[in-house]
């Protein structure tokens, strides 16, 4: 299983990005799914998860500005992120737990980071 993440880049202040992140490979099921981000001289913290029903959950920082999604069919998840601030500037990465075997074990699989860059 690989989960490929694009849509990082540079914004000003104010404006919008959208993430995404498509997993792909041996997938019977996937459960949650999230995006992570690690800022410069920060520990990695979760900004936003969607189960597989679709309830979400956000770091209280991101919420009213960022909005996470999912696509089952197509075994993505977005994060869009409007009115971003500096302080939004961070490596992204996405997060899957994902039954690889049909034997309903799940193991979490990461995506590589994509770099959001907040900057006037």
């Known amino acids: 299983v690989q989960l490929q993440a694009s849509g990082g880049g540079l914004v000003q202040p104010g404006g919008s990005l959208r993430l995404s992140c498509a997993a792909s490979?041996?997938?019977?099921?996937?459960?949650?799914m999230a995006w992570y981000r690690r800022a410069p001289g920060k520990q990695r913290e979760l900004v936003a998860s969607i189960t597989a029903g679709g309830s979400t959950n956000y770091v209280d920082a991101v919420k009213g500005r960022f909005t996470i999604s999912r696509d089952n069919a197509k075994n993505t998840v977005i994060l869009q992120m409007n009115s971003l601030k500096v302080e939004d500037t961070a490596v992204y990465f996405c997060?899957?737990?994902?039954?690889?075997?049909?034997?309903?074990?799940?193991?979490?699989?990461w995506g590589q980071g994509t770099l959001v860059t907040v900057s006037s």
């Open positions: 997060n899957a737990v994902i039954d690889d075997s049909g034997t309903h074990y799940y193991r979490i699989y």
């Open positions: 490979g041996s997938i019977f099921n996937i459960h949650a």
